[in-house]
């Protein structure tokens, strides 16, 4: 039993130090990450060694004393959370090494389970050696896997080089792409192209330490795809004439699309469609600022509140409420004339901003109204009749300030209550 123990315990030390010798003959520097606290838990000797440190040093640092680009704990919780959420995270950042010299690094990370606990396992692979290989125009499988594409200008010749993956990213075959900047250039979102050659040219005369751009690269179907750009000066003139250049290109449309996705939820009112109160009020300032500002300006506003509202809520639920809250917002939305504000303003009311003279105002508000009554709504309301009343107030002739224009609006809502509804109302 003994023997049996001790052959046991052999095994698992053979099985451990066979493990750890794996895990340093990597030729990449590895990493074990707390996710929580950033700390480094583990690393190999190729991870010590490239920071001219001790394995013991290293386990001492965390990705916040190490990583020159990640600055703080919030930062680095932004960045576990997305790590969390995708399958390979890759970010391009400077290690601080032990001599105070600057290391680029490109790193993937992973999220993975050991033992029963999360752990990051981060891969740093050393930027400036493969940039340094010298490697010729036509043999990039040193730099396949640093990014979707790579870019390679020789400036002094005028030729531009891509490589076959940036051409296959883009649709093209390896024999396709002239290496002249026109093939690229032509290609930027013409949109784009005034800001990414603004950012270039910054780089170029050293104003800048690297070339950085997000913007639109057209591929071959004629789609534009959002690329994030980092480009470098690595050979210059003694006058500091670049001779070369390379870059590396990243696909970020996933990224891009989710960003305006997320942003369009920030400004709407994810029920009727039209902007929510906080970015209508933005918008609505700038009209009246802009009003204010004109000799003649004019800025009407109208305040539209559904009709028996809460009894459409009591009598057929809060569901059928917010169908007739979506239509209301179908109507009031294709109303709308080019440069007006309209939203919602808060349960059953809706605000609209019009840089139109009073007489157009009203005849819009009228439409309006009428289009509510005449409008095809759900069978399930029984005949119920949806209609509005509508308030009106005008700068300069109601108010002088926005928040007094509002009031008068809101005021005039009241009066057409008052007077029996499905009327639009003024004050005066």
């Known amino acids: 039993m003994e023997s049996s123990s001790k052959r046991v315990a052999c095994q698992a030390e053979g099985e451990d130090v066979w493990a750890r010798t794996l895990f340093d003959g990597v030729p990449d520097a590895i990493y074990v990450i707390d996710p929580i606290s950033s700390h480094i838990l583990d690393c190999n000797r ?9 394995r013991a040093q290293v386990l001492n640092h965390s990705v916040l004393s190490l990583q020159m680009d990640v600055r703080g ?19 391009q950042g400077h290690h601080r090494r032990a001599d105070g010299t600057v290391l680029p690094v490109e ?34 499988s040193v730099l396949y896997d640093l990014a979707q594409g790579v870019w390679d200008w020789r400036y002094s010749e005028g030729a531009l080089y891509f490589s076959p993956n940036l051409k ?77 250049i390379v870059g590396f290109i990243h696909d970020v449309t996933n990224f891009k699309t989710a960003e305006t996705t997320l942003q369009m ?5 994810g029920l009727t469609g039209l902007y929510n109160r906080r970015r209508g009020m933005e918008l609505l300032l700038e009209q009246f600022s802009a009003a204010q500002s004109s000799r003649d300006g004019v800025l009407v506003i109208l305040v539209l509140d559904l009709d028996f509202f809460k009894r459409i809520n009591d ?46 105002a009203s005849a819009l508000a009228e439409s309006i109204r009428a289009q509510f009554v005449s409008a095809d709504w759900p069978d399930t309301l029984e005949g119920e009749c949806i209609t509005v009343s509508i308030g009106v107030a005008c700068y300069p002739r109601d108010a002088t300030q926005l928040i007094e224009l509002i009031a008068e609006a809101d005021k005039a809502v009241y009066q057409a209550k008052s007077l029996g509804r499905n009327r639009v109302a003024y004050r005066r």
């Open 168 to 244: 296959r990213f883009l649709g093209y075959g390896p024999d396709e792409m002239l290496p002249v900047l026109a093939t690229w250039k032509d290609n930027v979102h013409p949109d784009d192209l005034p800001i990414v050659l603004s950012a270039l040219q910054a780089h170029i005369s050293g104003r800048r330490s690297q070339f950085r751009a997000t913007y639109r690269l057209r591929n071959r179907n004629g789609f534009y795809l959002w690329v994030e750009d980092t480009g470098v000066i690595i050979d210059a003139h003694a006058d500091g004439t670049p001779v070369r």
């Open 265 to 269: 939820h920030a400004e709407q009112d």
């Open 46 to 54: 190729h991870a010590y060694e490239d920071l001219y440190l001790s």
């Open 315 to 360: 009598r057929f639920g809060h569901l059928m409420g917010d169908e007739v809250l979506m239509q209301s917002g179908q109507i009031i939305r294709h109303a709308l004339p080019a440069g007006a504000v309209g939203f919602r303003w808060g349960g059953e009311e809706f605000l609209l901003g019009l840089n139109l003279p009073l007489t157009d």
């Open 73 to 91: 704990l919030p930062a680095w919780s932004e960045i576990a959370a997305v790590i969390r959420q995708t399958a390979v995270y890759r970010f």
């Open 107 to 140: 790193i993937t990370t992973s999220a993975v389970v050991l033992n029963g606990q999360e752990r990051f396992i981060s891969v740093a692979r050393d930027i400036s050696k493969r940039v340094r290989s010298g490697a010729d125009e036509h043999d990039w």
